[in-house]
């Protein structure tokens, strides 16, 4: 969603995910509508494990040997795991927490020398995490490690953030309510609880693309230069509207 619509603002953007060939469809997919549009924005891919150092690595080598500055990092791959407190197994800490939350601080900290070359006083470089509503409300189902790491990466936003005004570069964080992806297929396949779910959004709905893309849009356009550190819940009031 988020790599479709900055290339339909003209953008170049890189995605990466593992599966090689689902990346690249995603990517065909993008470029054809990109065409149909008549937009000059690109999509290119690059797979990688962004859950193991050589992989971030790979990503970050790929980074700076091809392009020469990033006007935008969007962090955005994550993962998930469920399980019964005391069944709570540690493969599901070191997975999400290495996906979620160190995988972002080290792309960051990786291409920090591209995002230099982008920033402007007047027009910043910005890096946008995605994190999560789970972060904002306390989950009602048993994602512990996600909650966890999604908090971590809320914090991690902040810190960076002051850390990196002075080089005008904005660190901001999206927290999404559900959004009917691959990650919540388990809900969308059981109408109960399904209905239990977008029953607790205020708004009564999933997020959809367009919330999605004109989010982002604004954190990466000249209308969002002046805000940084900020953790945007775009969850249709769950979090706002609580208690
Ligand atoms: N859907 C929601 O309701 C919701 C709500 C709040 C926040 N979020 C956040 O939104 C972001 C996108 O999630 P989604 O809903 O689109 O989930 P998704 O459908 O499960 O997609 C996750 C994406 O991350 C990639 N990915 C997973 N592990 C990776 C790894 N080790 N290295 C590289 N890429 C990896 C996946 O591709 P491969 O499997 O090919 O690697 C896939 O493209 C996540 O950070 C998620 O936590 C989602």
Redesign the pocket.
């Given at each position: 969603m988020i790599a479709r619509g900055l290339v339909q603002g003209g953008a170049h953007v890189v995605i990466?995910?593992?599966?090689e060939e689902?990346?690249r469809a995603t990517a065909e997919a993008i470029n054809a509508g990109a065409d149909a549009a008549g937009t000059t924005g690109r999509c290119t891919p690059v797979a990688?494990?962004?859950?193991s150092a050589e992989?971030v690595t790979g990503l970050v080598d790929w980074l700076g040997e091809h392009l020469t500055s990033i006007d935008i990092l969007v962090n955005?791959?994550?993962?998930?795991w469920g399980a019964p407190l005391e069944e709570f197994p540690l493969i599901g800490w070191t997975k999400v927490l290495n996906?979620?939350l160190v995988a972002p601080f080290y792309l960051i900290t990786g291409t920090l020398p591209l995002l230099r070359n982008a920033a402007r006083p007047d027009r910043p470089a910005h890096v946008i995490n995605?994190g999560?509503?789970d972060a904002l409300t306390t989950p009602s189902w048993e994602n512990y490690s996600y909650s966890a790491s999604?908090a971590g990466l809320h914090m991690v936003t902040r810190h960076l953030a002051k850390q990196l005004a002075s080089d005008s570069i904005t660190v901001n964080a999206i927290a999404?309510?559900?959004?009917l992806?691959?990650?919540?297929g388990h809900v969308a396949a059981d109408p109960e609880v399904e209905a239990e779910l977008v029953g607790r959004v205020p708004l009564g709905r999933y997020g959809q693309t367009d919330d999605l893309i004109g989010t982002v849009r604004f954190l990466a356009s000249r209308a969002g230069s002046y805000l940084t550190g900020t953790i945007i819940p775009l969850d249709g009031g769950i979090s706002g509207c609580a208690g």
């Open positions: 990466t995910s593992r599966k689902q990346c990688s494990d962004l859950s992989g955005n791959a994550g993962a998930t996906t979620n995605i999560s509503v999604k999404p309510g559900p959004v992806t691959d990650m919540l």
